[in-house]
């Protein structure tokens, strides 16, 4: 059975970004005052962007963290516009970032409800953690691509832990393909 109402959205894209050198973080405070900055607090500065729609972790080792994007290339376009604009302020910046996916969060619908008590069942062991009286989802372990979903009853899924989107959809269609064999979308 083909499903008609299955979406799937990107929700978030976590990147990882090298620029191989040092910042003076109080310098990019001075150049950019609407930056968050609290160093007793928290080590780096959140540089947010409202397009696209982002906040970037910078570091003083040169290592950034990207959030909020909802693909990898707004990911990279991002950390490439925070650079741009790090630049523009004078800061000296060798060499283009090194930029690593390191997690996506992906939300969506198999399109009809899951039985997890049966699905618990048949995969009793097999990498499904279901406890109903703690948390409404089973938590599913996939190892190809590497993901975890969290499957709620109503057929509505969460998938994190993707490097490439392409994966998460791959896993999606794993997914789906593997409750229809076992019978348990009602």
């Known amino acids: 059975m083909k499903l008609e109402k299955r979406e799937i959205h990107i929700q978030n894209v976590v990147a990882s970004a090298s620029l191989k050198h040092r910042l003076d973080l109080d310098t990019i405070v001075k150049a ?12 780096g500065l959140a540089f947010k962007l409202k397009r696209p729609k982002t906040c970037t972790l910078i570091f003083s080792s040169g290592g950034m963290v990207c959030t ?5 290339k707004e990911t990279r376009r991002a950390i490439m516009k925070v650079v741009k604009e ?25 399109g009809g409800p899951v039985d997890l008590e049966e699905l618990a069942s ?21 190892e190809s691509p590497k993901v975890v979903f969290l499957v709620f009853a109503t057929g509505k899924i969460v998938c994190v832990g993707a490097k490439k989107e392409e994966d998460v959809y791959q896993a999606v269609e794993n997914l789906r393909v593997r409750l229809e064999e076992m019978k348990v979308m009602v």
């Open 32 to 43: 950019f005052p609407h930056v968050e900055y609290r160093p007793k607090v928290f080590p």
């Open 68 to 72: 909020g994007a909802k693909s990898e």
């Open 122 to 142: 048949e995969l009793a062991g097999g990498g499904l953690m279901y406890e109903p009286e703690q948390f409404p989802a089973a938590f599913y372990r996939m």
């Open 86 to 110: 790090l630049k523009a302020a004078g800061m000296i910046i060798t060499g283009k970032p090194e930029i690593h996916i390191v997690n996506i969060v992906a939300s969506g619908s198999l």
